[in-house]
């Protein structure tokens, strides 16, 4: 059974990889308006907001990366295909043939 649970863990830590900053950006969204909800109804439990928050902080980001999104729903976040992240700065630009024609 050892030899099962690798493969599952590493394909479990691979996902929350590849969904890494779709979690970051969106789990205080999610897990603050649980918090919210918790104290107007009156629940203050420490180990129940800490086992709920962390828990609605990775399942609902990882739905919402899950789901398919409009194309232009990217270029609104300002991540469209003209920002090219991987050839940003200086360096980059001195190093395209392209440009320096």
Same mark, same amino acid.
């Given at each position: 059974e050892a030899a +099962?649970?690798?493969p599952r863990l590493a394909g479990g830590l691979a996902l929350l990889g590849r969904a890494s900053v779709t979690i970051y950006l969106m789990h205080t969204i999610f897990s603050g308006g649980l918090r919210v909800a918790l104290m107007r109804l009156g629940i203050e439990s420490v180990p129940v907001h800490l086992l /709920? +928050? @962390?828990g609605i902080g990775l399942a609902a980001p /990882?739905? @919402?990366?899950?789901?398919?999104v409009p194309a232009a729903v990217p270029r609104l976040l300002g991540l469209g295909p003209k920002i090219a992240l991987h050839a940003a700065g200086p360096r980059a630009a001195a190093a395209s043939p392209a440009q320096s024609q």
């Open positions: +099962g649970i690798a /709920l +928050g @962390v /990882l739905f @919402v990366h899950a789901r398919p």
